[in-house]
């Protein structure tokens, strides 16, 4: 029998499948939406022109550009315009970025949110948003936000660059991870995170032979979506809180900043957690959690260094004392000293 818990499943509607963008619209209608915003990242522009034209007159406007870590500018800017073509829903396309422009409006408006992502961030499973203002990034969770319905298609997420997609990748793993060790990580959670990392180790592992392997794309979403709905779960701990401060006070990107720093946070934490740590072993088929994942990302590409990515060593080293100073929570104490060390570790992009 599993110790005593409380787990809070969330309330979305999941459809997946291989040239599953061709039921948007017929989503959107199901919502209730009879004006909706659209909104794209660049890069998934044509997804958005199907999109668009499936709507028909339920299609009201769309925003084609967006910035990681939501700037307040344009979370003001979005609402502006949901606001001057009275949209009643949004459709997000893209990844996290996308996704959580979308949040940005709904977080004010209550607007429902049909999400379709493209890359393996997970957002679209979560009531978290983010958003940044004068290099800070805040974040909150509010059930208004969660995407009412996630479309799932393989092809869309096909075009998705090799060094972005592995990057991505390693942010649905820090996903489970961390959704192991936080306060409310339960036993629910545990066997989502253990599926989603399993998928999305062998998804990873096809997809670098094979970027258009549609069935290993089709597990990379899997593994993403559960992998975003045990973080949802959960909740985040150290490892995420991490790499927001590290996004919002130095513009790191999102995906890669995860990979630097998951192995050395992993190696920290992985005493208190052994079960799910041999498990999530066992998934990516390391004998070690800390030093499989680091050898896993290096191998399918990543950076695993902090310093890669443009951080200055004081910088590293600042963060870790901004850390500090918000005596962050964690299973296994951590100070100044901790988190410096295990910054500068991934700074440098030491194997732990
Ligand atoms: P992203 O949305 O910025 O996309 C990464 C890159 O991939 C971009 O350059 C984009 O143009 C490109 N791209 C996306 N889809 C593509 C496609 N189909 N083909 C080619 N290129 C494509 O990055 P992300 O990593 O998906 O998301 C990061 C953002 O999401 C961050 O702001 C992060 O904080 C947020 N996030 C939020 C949550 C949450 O639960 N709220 C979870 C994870 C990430």
Known sequence: ????????????????????????AGEVELLGVSRALVIATGSAREAADVVELGLGDRFAGRIDEV????????????????QEIAADGIVAIGGGSAIGLAKAIALTTGLPILAVPTTYAGSEMTPVWGQTADGRKTTGTDLAVLPRTVV?????SSRLPLGITAASVANALAHCVEATWTPKADPITEVLAVEAARALHDGLLAVVQDPHDLDARGNLLYGASLAGSALASAGTGLHHKLCHLLGGSYGLPHAETHAAVLPHVAHLNAAAVPRAGARLESAIQAGDLASGLYDFFTATGVPTSLRALGLTEEQAREAARTF?????????????????????????????
């Open 152 to 156: 799932y298609d393989p092809v869309l």
């Open 1 to 24: 029998m599993p110790e005593a818990f409380v787990h809070v499943g969330l309330p979305s509607r999941v459809v997946f499948g291989a040239r599953a963008l061709d039921q948007v």
């Open 67 to 82: 910035r990681q870590h939501v700037p307040v500018e344009r979370a003001e800017a979005a609402r502006a315009k949901a």
């Open 324 to 352: 500090a100073a918000g005596h962050p929570e964690n299973p296994v104490p951590v100070d100044e000293s901790v988190l410096t060390d295990l910054l500068v570790h991934a700074w440098a992009g030491d194997r732990p």
